[in-house]
């Protein structure tokens, strides 16, 4: 992405490296980890998942009651929301206001079900704090929106989250998982390769860069053996590289197809340069959403300059290959948290200003959607810094890819944190 969003894996997630402006994520109405339960029909529905690898796409924002990022809702006094106010908390790189849950915009109409599926994803790898809260958390799973409510009232304190110099407004953008079609096997146009990271990649740093993996013998013989499958497209896999993560339809060389998942397993470490700046810089002007499909276009009549658009960025990323169960394919890849991620429930953060595992309610208002619900902290990115800022999951497939691309709008967090 463009700065709009830009993410980058850490070293302690296996996770894309987002940095151009277009890709944001689709958000749901309906978040696909609701769809993973023990019901017959929940069941049906991911292997429905699994064979469409889309998501649903969220209602067009006219649908969407109003809401201003910068300006909550205040109603009146929520009953049980009483007594004084503890102090506000400071962050590394934000401070943390307390508030009543009246200030939360949208906080009785969310369907909290959707969301506890992501919270008891970040109750496997918990921190310290909301560790004690996980059993309850699980026992909750299945109740009723009004007592799960009750419950966040009694157990977790809402805190409006702030720069150090008190400003509450932020900037929302999404990120989602691609799926291309791969052969296991280079020829009949399937010709672009994704690699595995080299033997002793950490031994030289940054290692090669894009172009030179392209072109020098010594990056090429590093790599030969290490290719997971090969993809039609270029601009695609440079999609891939920069989400970090993905689906292949792909097919094995008896013919057979199957969905695996490719996940971040490492980069060469080279500075992220945006191919939609490089491309406004030639003078070609702003390839509009979707970015991929409008680059592709672009690049179908310029065959001759493709490389160089490529080369433009010098930024590589290896995979790791991973199998795709049936459950497996309503989340998406893993985040930084070390947990699958929930499209429409999970956010990047900068870890500096949220703690990952932390429960948040977020609430933005742009062209793309409206949202004002409960979502969980569970990964980051390199262009996800500050206070107020976060990345939010969309889904895995086209329809979040579409959403994904126009999300770039005001936000407000509040952080939930325990009594």
């Not at 013998?217 to 989400?243: C, Y």
């Not at 948290?337 to 956010?347: D, E, Y």
Request: hydrophobic letters at 40%.
């Amino acid at each position: 992405m463009n700065t709009n969003n830009s993410n980058a894996p850490r070293a302690s997630s296996k996770r894309r490296d987002m940095a151009i402006p277009w890709v944001a994520t689709t958000v749901s109405g309906r978040s696909i980890g609701a769809l993973v339960s023990v019901r017959l029909g929940s069941i049906i529905a991911t292997a429905a998942l699994l064979a469409s690898c889309t998501s649903t796409p969220l209602p067009p924002a006219s649908s969407l009651p109003p809401a201003a990022a910068g300006v909550p809702a205040i109603i009146a006094s929520r009953p049980g929301d009483t007594g004084p106010l503890p102090a506000s908390l400071v962050q590394g790189k934000s401070r943390w206001i307390p508030v009543r849950w009246a200030e939360l915009p949208g906080f009785e109409e969310d369907s909290l079900s959707e969301a506890w599926n992501a919270w008891i994803k970040s109750c496997e790898r918990p921190g310290p704090v909301f560790a004690p809260l996980c059993a309850e958390v699980r026992r909750l799973s299945i109740a009723s929106g009004e007592d799960q409510r009750a419950w966040m009232l009694t157990r977790l304190q809402p805190y409006r989250v702030e720069t150090h110099q008190g400003v509450a407004d932020g900037l929302l953008t999404s990120y989602y998982e691609p799926v291309l079609k791969a052969s296991r096997q280079p020829g009949s146009g399937y010709e672009v390769p994704l690699y595995r990271p080299p033997a002793g990649l950490g031994n030289r740093k940054p290692w090669f860069s894009r172009q030179e993996i392209d072109t020098l013998p010594e990056a090429r013989t590093a790599l030969r053996g290490r290719e997971i499958a090969w993809v039609d497209n270029p601009v695609e896999v440079m999609s891939l590289h920069i989400q970090g993560s993905g689906r292949l339809n792909i097919t094995e060389p008896d013919g057979s197809q199957r969905i695996v998942r490719v996940a971040y397993a490492g980069s060469n470490e080279q500075p992220f340069r945006s191919v939609t700046q490089w491309l406004a810089d030639q003078g070609e002007g702003r390839m509009v959403a979707p970015w991929v499909e409008s680059t592709k276009a672009w690049a179908s009549k310029n065959p001759q300059r493709v490389q160089q658009m490529l080369w433009s960025n010098p930024r590589y990323t290896f995979f790791q290959e991973q199998p795709l169960s049936l459950f497996d394919a309503a989340f998406g890849p893993k985040g930084a948290q070390g947990v699958p991620l929930t499209p429409g429930r999970s956010i990047a953060v900068d870890p500096g200003s949220i703690p990952y595992g932390t429960p948040v309610w977020l609430a933005s208002r742009g062209g793309a959607a409206n949202l004002q619900k409960l979502v969980l902290a569970q990964d980051t990115g390199s262009a996800i810094v500050g206070a107020v800022r976060a990345d939010y999951f969309a889904g895995t497939g086209i329809d979040a890819g579409l959403l994904a691309s126009r999300v770039n709008q005001p936000l407000r967090l509040w952080a939930l944190w325990p009594k």
